[in-house]
Every structure is written in structure tokens, then in C-alpha cells.
């Protein structure tokens, strides 16, 4: 079965960008079997050769469209398909956005059996050179050749592509990627380089780079010196890592800090290169002002921001409140939280607190006390814990139930997580679901980040 090629009309995206067709119930081999075809795009005919045959489903590789969608495009990037970062640069922009808010639509409700009173329009961002935080993969298996390849990893596969520019990376980024492969191949530990990571800030107006070069064994006095001059000719903060995260820190200049603005409320965040923040600045603005002004702040309010990371969300929000608590899982960046609200002049708004938020009971929620509103903002696996706490109160009435707040907003990387725990929000906890819309965080991505309001019903 493996490599017969055949046609098939496709009908949808996946999250992975791949098209979704299904044979027809009188196919000799496989009747009715659902088909995943990378490359090709809703209301396309296809041909395609079978690359893996499951019991429940297909993969092909694309041969031939013979009958292209009016929404397809030629990639923009030359090395589409060999790099697997950017697997939807064949499809027009304004289409990627109908093609997430479809996703977010479609998980609310066949995962959680809920829908928003309304759907906000989609917010686009630029589409390229947007990408100021990234990890480049380095592989040295081309040492014998003379080189090393740095860069993003072929699709679906463990190996590196062999490219040199990369669109969706400031330019200066992406010309820079030639000269980091003469770099590493110039240091004496060569083969030992796993990784480089590349950060964007904004110091004064100025846009700075930190490139923090991860080395397994210790750099040479030599290697140091090497090190230093790239960092001057391509003016560039140098910073190491010799082991795990904790051991980042600045080498070239010793005093170097990045920083981001957020203009909209006179704030800036200073982070380490490999800190998590949102990898698109312009569009974290828009999401930082949009969450804010869906939470309806009041002078008065108390508000809890739940895995607040280094506070891009607890900061100006307590330009606008009494009092805001951020709750984080790492003690590590709830300290540079703190730092962050004496550098903003906000400590006596801001208290942060260290615990697991994926392990929070009813009994947490009445130890952190009642707050007006929350802003939730987990990782891919959601925030199931927090929400069934909150149906727990709900269901307990009496004091409990006053620890709900009025109105959470819910920011999100991962629908599916979003969809699941806003079923648990609107259907068992109390809770309406009023808005919900995506913002284009990582446009010719499958990524979507969304975002939801809800509120209390009294």
C-alpha cells in the first residue's frame, strides 16, 4: 500500500496545516478512511502518494493539485518544504485567519459544547520579520564537509535544514545565519554546541540583540576571545549557557539587559534572552490591551493574574487597580516579577506567590481569598485544575461561591485546552461565555492564540 498514489478531494486543515480529505466508501482498499495530505488545501483535488497507511487513517505526500483553491499562494521563503517551521506560507494571509478562528470555533464547540455570544474579528500583525525570540537547532553532522548547519528543523523529522535566511526573523537575524555557522565551526568545542538562541529587546528606542550560545563543554580562552569579536563586529549581547537554564548569563558585555515596552500603559519589562515572553512584540501589545480593557478595570479592584511569568500582564494592570496578586509556578520568575514592579514603581500594587497551578483545590481558592477579576494565561496544557475549583465553589454555594470572579479573561496558546475548560466554566461553573476571537501570533504557522471573556452569572 505504501507508495500507490491516488487522488482525493480535501475538505480541511488539521492543526498541523496538513490537508484532510477521506476516500470514498467504495474505495477497493480503504473505504471511508480519513486522509492527511501536507501541502494541500481545503476545496482542492489532489493527487498524492501514500507515505504511511494506519488502520484509522492515511499520509501522502503531494504530487500533483489538479485543481488549485483560489486562495493558494506562492511561498514567499525559498526553503518552504524543506524547513518546517512555516507550514501554511501557501495559503493567503487573510485565509490563515479564517482557518484559526475556524479552529477556535470548532473546538468550543465539539470539545467543550459551548459558543461566545460573540466572535470578535481576527487581529493580524505583520507577516514577516515579527519572530524577535527563537531557537536555532545546530547540528554538526556536516563537520567533516567544513560546516555546521544552524537552523529550524525539517518537517516532521529530527534533522536541521540546510538554509540561510529565514523571512519570518528580523533581517538582521536572518542575514546573521551564515555567519553562525562559521562561528561555531571556529570555536575548539564545535561539536559540542547544541543550540543558539537569539532575543530581541528595545533599549531606549534601539533594538538589541542577546545571543546566548549553549556549549556542553567549557569555552577556551581562545574560544572566548572568538566569541567577543563576533559580538562586536555584528554588535550583538553575548551570553552562555553552560548547563541547564539557571546557568544563563551575560559574557560579552558582562552588563547587558533586555527590556520591551508597553506603551499603551507606560510600563517596561526587563527579561533574559531565555525567558518565555511572546515571540511577537507588535502583537503582544495588542493582546496586553485588549485583555485589559475585556476586564473592565475599576480603581478598586483586586485582581489575580494566574501564571503571570515575568508580570507582562500583572504590570499594567496595576497601573489601573488597588491590587493585583500574580501566581506563578516558578519561584525564579516570580522574584524577577517582583523585580520588574520596583522597576515600574509598582511594588505596593503587586504580590506574587510561588505554587503548582496545576494542582489548585477549592481550599487554595479560599487561602488566596476573593478577587473582582482574573486573567488567566497558561501554557498548552490549560488551566483544568483552576476551572474546577471554580466549578467546586460554584457547586458548594454558600462562602465559596464568592470566590468566583466576576469576569475572567482567559488567554490561550492551545484552543483545545481553551475549549475544554471553558465546558467546564459555562457549563458547571457558572459562568457565560461572551467573547472569544484569535490573535495571529505566528502568521504562516498552525499556532493560534485566542482569547476569552467570561462572566459570572449572579
Known sequence: MQGLQKSIQIYGLDLEAQGVGRLPEDDEHTPGKVVFVAGALPGESVRYEITQNKSKFQKGRLLEVIQPAVYRRQPHCQWYGNCGGCTMQHLDSRAQLAVKQKVLEDDLWHLGKVKADTYMAPIAGPDWGYRYRTRLSVVNRSIKKGTVLVGFHEPQNRYVSDMTSCDVLPPQWSDLLPYLRTLVMDLSIRDRVPQIELAMGDE??????????????????EDQQILKAFAQVHKLWMWTQA????????????????RYSL???????????????????????????????????RPSDRVLDLFCGIGNFTIPIATKVQEVVGIEGSNELCQRALINATHNHMSSKLNFLTMNLF?????????WGGFDKWLIDPPRDGAFAI??????????????????????VYVSCNPATLAR?????????????SKAGIF?????????ESMAVFNRID
Open 204 to 221: 531606549g528606542g534601539e533594538l538589541k540583540t542577546a545571543m546566548v550560545l549553549r556549549h556542553l563543554l567549557p569555552l577556551t580562552d
Open 243 to 258: 548547563h541547564g537554564p539557571e546557568s544563563v548569563k551575560p559574557f560579552y558585555p558582562i552588563k547587558s539587559q533586555l
Open 263 to 297: 506603551p499603551e500603559f507606560g510600563v517596561e519589562i526587563l527579561f533574559h534572552p531565555t525567558d518565555f515572553t511572546q515571540v511577537n512584540h507588535s502583537m503582544n501589545q495588542v493582546l496586553v490591551g485588549r485583555a485589559i480593557r475585556f476586564l473592565e478595570l
Open 359 to 367: 494542582e489548585v483545590t477549592l481550599e487554595h481558592l479560599a487561602h
Open 387 to 408: 476551572v474546577n475549583a471554580l466549578k467546586e465553589a460554584f457547586i458548594s454555594q454558600g462562602q465559596f461561591s464568592d470566590l468566583r470572579p466576576q469576569r475572567i
Open 421 to 433: 475548560d471553558a465546558g467546564v466554566l459555562v457549563n458547571e461553573a457558572g459562568y457565560e461565555l
Open 440 to 448: 495571529n501570533m505566528f502568521p504562516h504557522t498552525s499556532h493560534v
